[in-house]
């Protein structure tokens, strides 16, 4: 049986941060919809233009395009692996189908798990964030500096700072993530699925020892 997990919260929560952990420790794929999506942006196609629009402004990209990402990648690199998947799904119609697609495949989702995190936080986290262009490790101008002021630990190469991570944007973001996904996880309390709830306001490796314990790992 495969393990799809979900990793659920709100922008900032540290979805990402923990996603990476847990798929190397859980032999697992990542699929990141927000990755996905920004490497179209870079790479011009035509999905990344439709999409700039909508997350250049905080909004979702529409439910069409994130599902043709979703089930392009269980039809591919996903079909004999578990994923974590991270930031999806966000809307009642992307969970709703999710459970379709995996449910087709006799892969049902075996846990949701939620971070919280206080708004106060997710905002410094958000505005503190940086990332390598090259390689795609994460920092924290706030919470975990790099050694050298806007270069990669790892590669050297210059820190970014995310588009969507301006103010107004954030507190966009902020917005439908309380109106349009935060719902879902009155949709997994009623479901079969298990759902957890984590305190995500703590060290990296304090948060990521929970998510190991909640699945029995
Ligand atoms: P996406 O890329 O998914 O962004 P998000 O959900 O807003 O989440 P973030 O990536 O901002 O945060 P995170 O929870 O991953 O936190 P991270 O680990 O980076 O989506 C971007 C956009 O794409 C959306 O707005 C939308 O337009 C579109 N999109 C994507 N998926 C979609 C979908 N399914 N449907 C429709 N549209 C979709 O951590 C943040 C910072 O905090 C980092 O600097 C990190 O180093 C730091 N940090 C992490 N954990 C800790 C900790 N424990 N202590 C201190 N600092 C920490």
Redesign the pocket.
């Known amino acids: 049986m495969k393990r799809d997990l979900i990793l659920f ?11 990476v952990l847990l798929a190397d420790r859980l032999t697992l794929l990542r699929l ?4 996905v ?2 490497a179209a942006v870079r790479r011009g196609t035509p999905m990344g233009i439709e ?1 700039r629009r ?2 250049d402004a ?6 069409d395009v ?1 599902l043709g990402i979703v089930r392009d990648y269980l039809a591919g690199e996903a079909a004999e692996t578990g994923v974590v998947f ?6 009642l119609p ?1 969970a709703e189908r999710l459970d379709a697609l995996l449910g087709e495949l006799d892969r049902p989702v075996r846990a949701v798990l939620v ?1 919280e995190v206080d708004d106060d936080t997710l905002i410094k ?2 505005s ?3 990332t390598c262009g090259s390689c795609g490790a ?3 101008v706030f ?2 500096p790099p050694r050298e002021a806007d270069r990669c630990d790892a590669c050297g190469s210059a820190l970014t700072q ?1 588009a ?2 301006e103010p107004e944007t954030v507190r966009r ?1 902020l917005e ?2 309380n109106e349009q996904t935060a719902p879902l996880i009155d949709y997994y309390e009623r479901s079969s699925t298990p759902l957890h709830h984590v305190d ?5 490796d304090a ?1 990521q020892r929970d998510l190991l314990a909640l699945l029995g790992s």
């Open positions: 919260g709100p922008p900032g929560a540290g979805k990402g941060t923990q996603g990141s919809t927000g990755d999506l920004r999409a909508y997350m905080g909004e979702l990209v529409p439910d994130i991270d930031g999806f799904p966000r809307t992307q971070l986290r958000l503190g964030r940086r994460l920092y924290n919470f975990e995310r969507d991570d973001r439908v993530y995500g306001d703590r060290p990296v948060v």
